[in-house]
């Protein structure tokens, strides 16, 4: 069985129970922090279970190494034009079974979307684009939204964030920050600009 979350930046933890893969029944539990994922698998039911984990991550985040159940384990990195994936594979026992995944400099952004009402018009933002520097320590990101309209996206460790052109970095509800961009309200012709 195969596992490759891409988890929205405000997410810290997730549950996923009853997946049934065969005869046997997997629970798994995600958690992540600025220097670490963890996956806690159990399982009941009867013959062989693998997984793979494959969790996404930015282009910016390291991997230092991965241990399962406190023994080290091999690991694999790959990398495509929007993210990374490290991926993991291990055998599932009776349980619990903790997988760690060591990093650093994983960082996110992700934006809150909602549907129009009824009839009316989009006027939530869309990413168009997103691209690294070579060097992996600048973002940039193509936005398109309604004129006039101000739109906040989630951060995932604020903390490495220097500096912000084009947006403003703002207190979120629960103490952490978000990106504010604000569209210019004479935008024109254009029904969305960037």
């Known amino acids: 069985m195969k596992f490759a979350p891409h988890v929205p ?5 997730f549950a996923v129970d009853n997946i049934h893969v065969g005869a046997v029944a997997l629970d798994f539990q ?11 698998t159990r399982r009941s039911g009867t013959g062989d279970c693998r997984i793979e984990f494959a969790p996404a991550l930015s282009l910016r985040a390291d991997v230092f190494g991965a241990e399962l159940n406190g023994r080290p384990v091999p690991f694999q990195v790959e990398k495509n034009s929007e993210d990374q994936h ?6 599932v026992y009776g349980g619990p ?3 760690r ?3 650093r400099n994983d960082f996110g952004l992700s934006a809150n979307s909602t549907l129009p009402p009824l009839g009316a018009r989009s006027r939530g933002l869309r990413v168009i684009s997103e691209s690294w520097s070579a060097a992996r320590d600048a973002l940039t990101l193509d936005v398109s939204g309604a004129p006039g309209g101000q739109y906040d996206l989630n951060v995932w460790d604020q903390q490495q964030i220097l500096s912000v052109d084009g947006a403003e970095l703002v207190r979120g509800n629960k103490g952490g920050k978000k990106l504010r961009i604000h569209l210019d309200t ?5 029904s969305y600009p960037h």
């Open 97 to 99: 079974n903790v997988l």
């Open 101 to 103: 995944i060591r990093l």
């Open 186 to 190: 004479n935008a024109g012709q254009q």
């Open 9 to 13: 930046s405000e997410w810290t933890s």
């Open 30 to 40: 995600y958690g992540r922090s600025p220097d670490e994922i963890t996956l806690q």
């Open 86 to 91: 490290v991926r993991v594979r291990f055998a």
